[in-house]
């Protein structure tokens, strides 16, 4: 794994949800495939919208709060862009899910905002993690909401050639 170096906070503010994270994810593969022009490189970038807004990391305790207070008792949208440089030739693709939230505290909200979890993920929160008690629905795939939609990259590894790995 190689992380890519490209700032997240580059992303022009006029782009939408899609445009946004294809965008990003773009932005990340071409900055490792310039490092490793030989290499099959995989970029992904996840941002949170509730209510038109894009939620991305936090920056700080109080910014988490915010975030899960806006997102308390509504649905929202997770969104990842997937980028795939293979060859100097870059495939996008996206993937949408709505996740509905309960009612949260200000209590749970202080708590769960304290354990670090919410801290380095989008939206301030991680569905596979202690904020999955806050989940009371999702329509789509989970994996996009941890970060990486598996079956959506499947699909567009096939589409370049590549075929998933299924041994007994």
Known sequence: ???????????????GPVDHVIYSAKRKAADVC???PEALVIAADTIVVVEGQILGKPVDQEDACRMLHRLSAKTHQVYT????????????????????????????IR??????????????YAIQGKASIFVTGIRGCFFN???????????LLEELGY??????
Request: proline share 6%; glycine share 8%; hydrophobic share 35%.
């Open 1 to 15: 794994m190689c992380p890519s170096t490209f700032d997240e906070a580059c992303v022009p503010q006029e782009l």
């Open 34 to 36: 310039h490092r490793y």
């Open 81 to 108: 862009g997937l980028a795939i440089a293979d060859k100097g030739h870059i495939q996008t693709a996206y993937e949408c899910t709505d996740v509905t939230f309960r009612e949260l505290s200000d209590e749970l």
């Open 111 to 124: 708590r769960y905002v304290a354990t670090g979890e919410p801290m380095d993920k989008a939206g301030a």
């Open 145 to 155: 909401v941890v970060g990486l939609p598996v079956s959506r990259l499947s699909l």
């Open 163 to 168: 075929e998933p790995i299924m041994n007994g």
